[in-house]
Structure formats: C-alpha cells, structure tokens
T-cell receptor, first 113, second 110 residues
Framework: DADVTQTPRNRITKTGKRIMLECSQTKGHDRMYWYRQDPGLGLRLIYYSFDVKDINKGEISDGYSVSRQAQAKFSLSLESAIPNQTALYFCATSDLDRDYGYTFGSGTRLTVV | GQNIDQPTEMTATEGAIVQINCTYQTSGFNGLFWYQQHAGEAPTFLSY????GLEEKGRFSSFLSRSKGYSYLLLKELQMKDSASYLC???????????FGPGTRLSVLP
C-alpha cells in the first residue's frame, strides 16, 4: 500500500458543485500539505497543517478549505468549483527532519467543466 | 514559482550527461531540494543540499552555491527512464514547507 493515498485519482465535476479530495497517510508524519500543480507554474501551496488542531493558509487558499480529521487524514474541499480550479492536486507529508523532504500522494486530476 | 527559475525543456541523448540549472533569490534560507516527476505521477525526492558544494548519489549529483543562489542537477549515463520533469525546491516562508520551481522537462532520445 502507498504511504500517502489520495482519492479520487480523477474527477470531473461541474461548475458550482462542492467537491472533496481526500488524503490519508501511514507515514506517521504530523505535517501535511495540499498543493496544486499547473503547467508552467509548478507546485503551489494551498493549505498546510502541522498537527490535528493546526490549519494554515498557503499561497493560494482562496476558494478552498481543509479539514484535518486525524493525524493521518487531511481533506481538501472546493466549496463551489470553478473552471480555473482545474489542475493536478497533490497531498504531501513531511517529518520534523526536513532533510528528507516531502512524501507525495499519487495526485488527483480534477477537471471542472 | 516565487522567483525560482529553471529552463522549461531540455533534450539529451541516451548515455550522455546533462546539467539542469536552478537559480533563485537568496533570502537567508538554507538548502535546496531536487525532485523527479514522471508525467502524471507524484514528485519523488532526489537530493537535498544544505551546504555548498557537490553531493553525489550514483548517476545523479547536485551542486549548490548559496551565495550565488544557484544549484544544478547533473545526470550521467542518461537512460530513457530519466525522461521526466525535474523540480528544484527551496525551503518556504511558512516553516517546513517548500517552494517549487516550474520544473524542467527532460527528454532523453535514443
């Protein structure tokens, strides 16, 4: 099983719909992140959480919300999806020791039509 | 990606050596990461330079000059499976997060 699991892998949704992307991890890491990736723009941070009671906005949080249900689970919601939220979304985790970088999930490809 | 620059695309031949450069604005942070990302897949960790100089790891080496805001990833004895995007990333502004460059898409030709 993967260390960081994202569901769904692919999703097509309509403008205005609410959608939730889920992430769960077996790494035992406290720190979890949501990024989106767009061609030519790289990975951009949406939200991050350092423990269950800690939620922080990243670079591009408008239009998104998150919930840290447990140490192992961190979900991302689009309250009212719009077409420019079409992107590849990655969940990542990290340990306190930054030297090992992130462990990424396999990604969710979201298309908003 | 927040003042991190990489070439958009590079092409090289199987068996050759290629150097992928990354430049960034220095702002007191230490260290630079390199990730490999195959199309449609998650990035995977390649290397982390915290000190200036060259770190060698098999066919891959990474170099860092913190004073110049410059790093490169050197790939030797290129294989077809090395065709991927290569992302450099620096520590970010929120603590324990990373800021990624736009990535360099490398195509290895036979």
């Amino acid at each position: 099983d993967a260390d960081v699991t994202q569901t769904p892998r692919n999703r097509i949704t309509k403008t205005g719909k609410r959608i939730m992307l889920e992430c769960s991890q077996t790494k035992g890491h406290d720190r979890m992140y949501w990024y989106r990736q767009d061609p030519g723009l790289g990975l951009r941070l949406i939200y991050y959480s350092f423990d269950v009671k800690d939620i922080n906005k990243g670079e591009i949080s408008d239009g998104y919300s998150v919930s840290r249900q447990a140490q192992a689970k961190f979900s991302l919601s689009l309250e009212s999806a719009i077409p420019n939220q079409t992107a590849l979304y990655f969940c990542a985790t990290s340990d306190l020791d930054r030297d090992y970088g992130y462990t990424f999930g396999s990604g969710t490809r979201l298309t908003v039509v | 990606g927040q003042n991190i620059d990489q070439p958009t695309e590079m092409t090289a031949t199987e068996g050759a050596i290629v150097q992928i450069n990354c430049t960034y604005q220095t702002s007191g942070f230490n260290g630079l990461f390199w990730y490999q990302q195959h199309a449609g897949e998650a990035p995977t960790f390649l290397s982390y330079n915290v000190l200036d100089g060259l770190e060698e790891k098999g066919r891959f080496s990474s170099f860092l000059s913190r004073s110049k805001g410059y790093s490169y990833l050197l790939l030797k004895e290129l294989q077809m499976k090395d065709s991927a995007s290569y992302l450099c990333a620096r520590p970010g502004d929120y603590g324990q997060n990373f800021v990624f460059g736009p990535g360099t898409r490398l195509s290895v030709l036979p």
